[in-house]
């Protein structure tokens, strides 16, 4: 269960979240939708423990994402699909991120078969159209099975194909 309780956050005199409560249960599928400057990355963000708020709370399963022993494999997470060092593989990516947090190798290649990269996982990341970044992202964000996806924007850029 993902819970907001009066979430605020400020930067300055500017109010991007305004006392934002909400709660998500399990096995929910939940979209924010409002115009650009509405405060919905800045949410996400919080949640991940990537923004501190000013006021308020927001928690998965009554813990902060930060409190969480093993937060991938809890939360699987994609806020900007092009936060990938252009120079190293889809491949090498996952690798990297599946050393860091004890996942196998092997699951890095499923996912990216999931997602369908398979077959460009050794080109560089840099080389990717904004769907190709986006299923990276995607991949990413799924790498640790996780019980909770929060995804930014998960259909830009995609086909109907990487929609599916």
Avoid: C
Wanted: net charge positive; hydrophobic share 35%.
């Amino acid at each position: 269960m993902i819970t907001a309780e009066h979430l605020t956050k400020r930067y300055g005199e500017k109010t991007a979240v305004d006392d934002l409560s909400f709660s998500v249960r399990p096995g929910v599928v939940t979209g924010f939708l409002g115009p650009n400057g509405a405060g919905k990355s800045t949410t996400m963000r919080m949640l991940v423990s990537l923004d501190h708020p000013t006021g308020g709370r927001i928690t998965i399963d009554g813990k902060r994402y930060r409190d969480l022993a093993d937060p991938l494999r809890h939360v699987g997470v994609m806020l900007d699909a092009r936060e990938v060092h252009p120079g190293r593989s889809a491949y090498h990516h996952l690798l990297a991120v599946a050393r860091t947090h004890g996942f196998s190798a092997r699951r890095g290649e499923h996912v990216l078969e999931t997602v369908g990269l398979g077959s460009v996982s050794h080109k560089r990341a840099g080389s990717f159209s904004l769907g190709m970044s986006q299923r990276l992202g995607i991949a990413t964000a799924l790498l640790g099975d996780p019980q909770v996806l929060v995804l930014d924007e998960p259909v830009n850029g995609l086909d109907p194909d990487g929609v599916l």
